[in-house]
Each structure stands twice: as C-alpha cells, then as structure tokens.
C-alpha cells in the first residue's frame, strides 16, 4: 500500500527549498561541530537554534527543561499536529577527526551526529517555512536537551512538549555508519531497552592468614559474575535478543585482607518488556543466592535506563515510501549522489540494541526513529567520527517530505 500522497509539483518545491538551504545548514552543522556541548549544557546551540528559528518567522519557546527549544509553524489551516525531533548535545570525548572545523572544548565532541540533526532540521524548517501556504495543520520543531545522558526527551514531555497542541505524529532522524543515503528503518521495535545493573557484594573482612575468619567478597564475586552468564543461555527464549555486559568491578582494600566488599556495575539491553523482566529477577535470584550459599550477602539494583523506540507502522511505511519516490526523483536528477539502486538503500532492519531516549516519545504518541548512512564507516561516539556532509541532499527533503506526507 502507497501512503505517499505528495503531489509531484510539491516534491519540486521542497527539493528546490532544500537545494537553496543546503550550503546554510552545513555551515550551521560545522559551527556546531566547533563548539559541542555536553548534556543539559547546550545554551549556544539553543541559543542559534532559536535565533535562526526567529529569522525564518517561526515562533519559538525557549529553556524547556532547561535549554529544550520548540519551534512552531502553523500551515494554510487547522489540521493535524506533526512534530519533528532532533537532539542537540555532544559526547565527553576528545575529538580526533582532523576535521578543520575540529571541536574548539577540549573533551567534549559531537560524535553521534547531533551536529547534523540539528542543523538538517533548521534547514527542513526553512522548507517548511516556506510553504506553509501548501500544507494544512501544524508543525512542532522539538530541539531537544540531554539526550545523551539523562533522557531529556522524559524532561520535555515532562514539561508538555507533546501537549497543546497534542502531538499526532512524530519522527526523528539519526545517523548511522553505514553507506551514504543508506536508510534503515524498522517495525515495532528498533532500539533496545538500556538498564544499568549494581551488585553490591557483602562479605567479612578478615587477615589473608585467617580466611576461615572472613567471608570472602571477591571469591563470592567471581561465582557470581560466571553463573550470571547463564541467564542470557538458560533464562531467555534463544529467540528473544537479550545481552548484558558488567563493564566495571571494584573491590577490596589490600593484598593481605580478605574482601568484605565488591562492586560490579553493568548494563543489560533488551527488546521486550517481558524480556526485561526475566533477566531482572533472574540476574538477582542468582546473585543473591550463590552469595548467601557462601555466607555472604549481595544486593542487586536495577536502574531503568531509556525504553526501547518501537516504530509506529503507519509512520514508518509513509517513511520508506517517501523514501523510495524521493530517492528515485535525486537519482533521476543527480545520480552522483545516490548511485545505488533504491531498493539497495531503502532496509527494513531488524532491531538494533543501541539505546536512545527517542523511545520516551515512542511510548507516548506514534513515532518513528529513522537512521540514514553518514557515508563514512568510524562508530558513534567514535574520537574520529564522520559524516559526509552529502548526505544533506538526502536527509533535507526526505525529513520534509515526509513532515507533508503525514500532515
Ligand atoms: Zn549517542
Ligand atoms: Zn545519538
């Protein structure tokens, strides 16, 4: 079924509009790459966004959560209320791109692409701007804080992101590594659940020579961190995807004490919610009880992390079909830019088990998180990560043509 209902003369205008802003909004891209912020710390960026927002007529609150800004654009007449989403803060990473437009604070980089969301999304606002004679409804621009760290998608909607007007639909966009324009885009859902896990291991301290004095917290330790193993191979359905990495642990005082403490912190990433469930109590019925088996104790904590994005059908079968017109169209017209065959680009993947708090919108009105290939192969939240700046050609009209296919 073809939900793409944008007429071929408003294709040409947004491609046109997209054409006039690209050359802007990779200059806007570079000078936010130059000077990243962390989370929550974004006051230039918020401060740009609002400033270009303002230029192009469209009204602007600002300091939502703190440096959330929202833009609103309202078309020809009353309809439905669309929201797009892009987020705004760096990485606490030293960057080592050799990029001339190299990060200018020491420690702090732009390694997820949140340079390029906000800057592409400035540029679909100057689209939309522009033809909002064509369109009916109202767009909602959400220059979101934290997304990082924190979940500041949870701290906007906490302050009525999605309300007033009420939040119909809503899309984002991230980068990913992968060839140039390639776009991944999946059913239900897309991300993983992400929670962190503490296990605070209690022993007796006593002196190495006397161990039968002590309870020792590391011996209890390694018990536990081998037997947890098989929560993932004998707790889960092998058809559900589930994994969990303790990435740090911390113990003891001196070479000649037995251990009277232990701390093993984690993470555990998950589709499902029932998954989530299982690994939880599984992971503290272990823990605790090889812990009392050896007279000891151990206290499992669980901290929720950002819930999985699951993709709203509807909304990422309008994506893929703009998609697939849009791709053809630019092949058509600049076949440099996307030289694959189409349907080589356009992926329904499965799910992928990164975390992004674009799941907190997901939970509350249908969303659809979509990725499109930076062109350049270095990781996320990579020291010399990359895009090719190309990808603009892409990710402006597809953005706003998927915006007016939905409105
Ligand atoms: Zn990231
Ligand atoms: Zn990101």
Request: glycine fraction near 10%; hydrophobic fraction near 45%.
């Amino acid at each position: 079924m073809v939900t793409f209902n944008v007429g071929s003369a408003l294709m040409d205008k947004v491609l046109a509009l997209s054409d006039q802003i690209e050359a802007e909004v990779i200059r806007i891209r570079r000078d936010i790459h130059k000077h990243p912020e962390l989370s929550f710390k974004e006051e230039r960026t918020a401060r740009l966004v609002a400033d270009r927002l303002r230029l192009m007529g469209v009204q602007v609150t600002e300091k939502i959560a703190g440096n959330g800004v929202m833009g609103i654009i309202e078309g020809r007449s009353a309809g439905k209320t669309v929201a797009l989403r892009a987020d705004m803060d760096a990485l606490p990473l030293q960057e080592n791109s050799g990029l001339a437009f190299e990060s200018v604070n020491p420690g702090v980089m732009h390694a997820c692409g949140h340079d390029f969301h906000t800057a592409n999304l400035l540029g679909v606002a100057y689209v939309l701007s522009n033809l909002h004679q064509e369109w009916d409804g109202t767009l909602k621009l959400i220059f979101q804080t934290g997304e990082e760290n924190g979940g500041g998608a949870r701290e906007m909607i906490k302050e009525g992101i999605l309300e007033s007007p009420r939040v119909e639909a809503l899309v984002g966009m991230h980068a990913l590594p992968a060839p140039r324009g390639y776009l991944s885009l999946g059913y239900g859902a897309s991300t993983a659940f992400s929670d962190r896990i503490t296990l605070t291991v209690k022993g007796k301290k006593a002196h190495a020579s006397k161990p039968q004095q002590g309870v020792d917290a590391i011996v209890i330790a390694a018990q536990i961190i081998n037997a947890l193993q098989t929560v993932l191979t004998r707790q889960i359905d092998p058809i559900e995807t589930a994994t969990f990495s303790l990435g740090k642990i911390n113990g003891g005082t001196a070479s000649n004490i037995v251990p009277d403490l232990v701390e093993i912190v984690g993470t555990m990433r998950c589709f499902s919610l029932d998954v989530r469930e299982t690994m939880k109590a599984s992971i503290a019925q272990i823990a605790s009880s090889i812990a009392a088996g050896m007279g000891g104790e151990c206290e499992v904590a669980f901290r929720e992390g950002y819930p999985a994005v699951v993709n709203d059908e509807r909304l990422t079968n309008i994506v893929k079909d703009v998609a697939c017109s849009l791709y053809g169209e630019i092949r058509g017209r600049t076949p440099d830019v996307i030289s694959s065959p189409v349907q080589e680009l356009v992926k329904i993947d499965g799910p992928r088990l990164a975390a992004e708090d674009f799941g907190f919108y997901s939970q509350k009105v249908p969303a659809c998180l979509y990725w499109v290939g930076t062109g350049s192969l270095t990781p996320l939240h990579s020291a010399d990560f990359t895009i090719n700046e190309d990808i603009a050609k892409i990710t402006l009209p597809l953005m706003s043509l998927t915006a007016l296919a939905i409105l």
